[in-house]
């Protein structure tokens, strides 16, 4: 049985006046007491792979301690880390991965809690090349946060976010793992990430592509046009509906090399925190004018944010087909409900999702949550297969059985073909007039 979390404790000092520069803002960084991460028993947690947070602590019933470490850490970050230049990365944070190789992909993941340890050990299982972490270390993405749930200490402890098994021996050669921005992140300036986390990585950029002979990926970083600090995100988030899109510098990015050739006709697999679209949340409209031009090579659309698994059918964004993929269950607690928003109108593009009333309980209170979960991505040369996986209770040494896959072959044209197969029927839901086929249908 999991031992529930320490009280937040109060800090026993007044906090320090709020830091005026970054030097300050990472010095000021120690004494931020990060709720529950803040006792001794978390600490001791992390480095056993035990959980930090009991899943109470990530829900509305621990409102008031999100409210009070939102506050310490807008005070203490009044202004945003610097964003790193897509210059200072290699081959301007392009990199190649082999032609063969094995990715495992995750949102919204660092919560601290067992089931995002359980999600953390079942991508191990798969021993990786690459994996990918698509943004937000809970609750203010802060340096503390960082080193403690995503880095680990010592660095790569068990219950940190897992890397993968490539190796490097040139430049722009694939990272072991990589660490997108989230709006979390944004809470505290974006210290945690760029100034923790990216150096740990040896990342040089908060978005980056990932290329082989046959398919590309785009991470993209769709957090730092957050509204810096955690009140102004709650007024701009929830009260005026603002969403965030991309900077400058990376639309830059993608024009001029990314996407420079317009001839090359590689699909295009895109990541992103932020949602471009939702049937049951607010999505982000700024994201689809800014990615038209490239959404014709856009094979799948994975996001996260929004703390459930929901899989879409071809939808028409900024005048192109999109096949929306919502991944940001992976640990965060949530009720197992799917309720879309009252006449969204992307109710009817939803294929599946986890049924009502399927999860797991919590071993302290009872409460049952939905599954947590990820995905493992395997390219073979013009094959694509992505397979989502629920935490499993029991992982042992062997990796878990998939909840559904979708396997994809591209042509020299780049125009792709699908099939989607279930492999665990009492995981997921079919909604009204759907079937497996239409996640691969054409348009």
């Known amino acids: 049985m999991t031992p529930p979390a320490v009280p937040p404790v109060k800090p026993s000092v007044t906090p320090p006046v709020a830091p005026r520069s970054r030097k300050l803002a990472l010095r000021a960084s120690s004494n931020v007491m990060l709720s529950s991460a803040a006792s001794k028993a978390e600490e001791r947690g992390i480095k056993t792979g035990k959980p930090m947070r009991s899943y109470e602590a990530l829900t509305m019933a621990n409102a008031l301690s999100w409210f009070v470490d939102v506050f310490i850490a807008t005070l203490f ?97 694939a990272l072991a793992a990589y660490a997108m921005n989230g709006n979390h992140e944004m809470v505290s300036g974006g210290y945690g990430l760029i100034e923790h986390a990216l150096p740990a990585l040896d990342q040089k950029t908060t978005y980056f592509a990932l290329e082989n002979a046959h398919w590309r990926i785009v991470a993209l970083d769709t957090g730092y046009t957050q509204p810096h600090g955690g009140l102004s995100q709650m007024f701009s988030n929830f009260l005026t509906d603002s969403t965030s899109g991309l900077t400058p510098d990376q639309e830059k990015w993608l024009a001029e090399c990314v996407f420079k050739d317009s001839a090359d006709k590689r699909p295009v697999i895109l990541l992103s925190h932020h949602q471009p ?18 959404l014709d090579r856009t094979l799948l659309w994975f996001w996260g944010h929004e703390h459930r698994l929901a899989l879409y059918a071809p939808v028409q964004l900024g005048g192109h087909t999109v096949r929306g993929r919502l991944i940001g269950h992976a ?52 094959k694509l297969t992505v397979r989502y996986y629920n935490e499993d209770p029991n992982q042992g040494a062997a990796p878990p059985h998939p909840i559904l896959e979708e396997v994809w072959t591209a042509d020299s044209t780049g125009a792709c073909t699908g099939r989607a197969t279930v492999c665990d029927s009492q995981m997921l839901r079919f909604w009204p007039s759907h079937t497996v086929d239409d996640l691969t249908r054409q348009p």
């Not at 049937?279 to 031009?293: G, N, R, S």
């Not at 009817?348 to 209170?365: E, F, N």
């Open 331 to 382: 640990g965060m607690p949530i009720a197992p409900t799917f309720t879309p928003l009252a006449n969204s109108e992307w109710t009817s593009a939803i294929v599946a999702t986890p049924p009502d009333g399927v999860g797991l309980k919590d071993a302290i209170d009872g409460t049952l949550y939905a599954y947590c979960g990820y995905m493992m991505v395997t390219l073979e040369d013009e």
């Open 277 to 294: 679209m939702s049937a049951f949340e607010v999505a982000t409209p700024a994201l689809i004018t800014q990615l038209a031009p490239y």
């Open 77 to 173: 970050y009044p202004v945003k880390a610097s964003l790193p230049p897509y210059a200072d990365a290699p081959n301007n944070a392009i990199y190649k991965i082999p032609d063969k190789c094995c990715l495992g992909i995750a949102a919204d993941w660092g919560s601290g809690t067992e089931s995002a340890i359980r999600v953390a050990e079942g991508i191990r299982t798969f021993n990786p090349d690459v994996t990918i972490h698509m943004g937000d270390v809970y609750f203010a993405g802060t340096p503390d946060e960082y080193d403690r749930i995503f880095i680990g200490e010592p660095p790569g402890a068990p219950g940190s976010w897992p890397r993968g098994s490539a190796k490097r021996h040139r430049l722009d050669d």
